[in-house]
């Protein structure tokens, strides 16, 4: 039985200084070139390597559909800055956006790859700030690196 792939959110939470350019070129490979940028990617084994090389300078975890819905509504562009609609979900053979949703979120649809949509979220900085301190990992009480589900509601403060 094939094993179900999982939808993640990555958000870069660093700027640039101080940064190798091994893991600048990683950064922009994954499209995340400014601060408070998110972007939507499946856990391959390619993406993790990918994440776990710039860990220091972003985070990420495994994202709910409420808030792919979230994103997708309040954050999501189409070429020439225009808003993500209901019309263009149709124009997808979707419903709404909310089926959008579901589709990107069970890994039917890969969300880089929808034709005219920017494939980054540009994002706020969090209501009330990061709760601890960008540098450190979360594990130790910061806000870099994997945090599984919590990144929903560190994305509920961002959008």
Known sequence: MAEQRKCLV??????????????KDTLMMLR??????ATLLDDRPAYNGMLRKSQHCLTWGEVSQESIALLLKKRGRLVGDKKLT????KELDYKSLDD?????FKVDIEFSSLPEVKPVFRLRPPKKGYKGKVKKSYAAGG?????????NDLLKRMV
């Open 32 to 37: 995340l070139t400014r601060n408070c940028h």
């Open 143 to 151: 806000e870099a690196g994997y945090r599984g589900d919590a990144i």
């Open 86 to 89: 209901d019309e263009y979900a």
């Open 10 to 23: 990555a958000v870069r939470i660093r700027g640039l200084s101080d940064i190798s350019q091994e893991t």
């Open 100 to 104: 959008l949703a579901e589709a990107i």
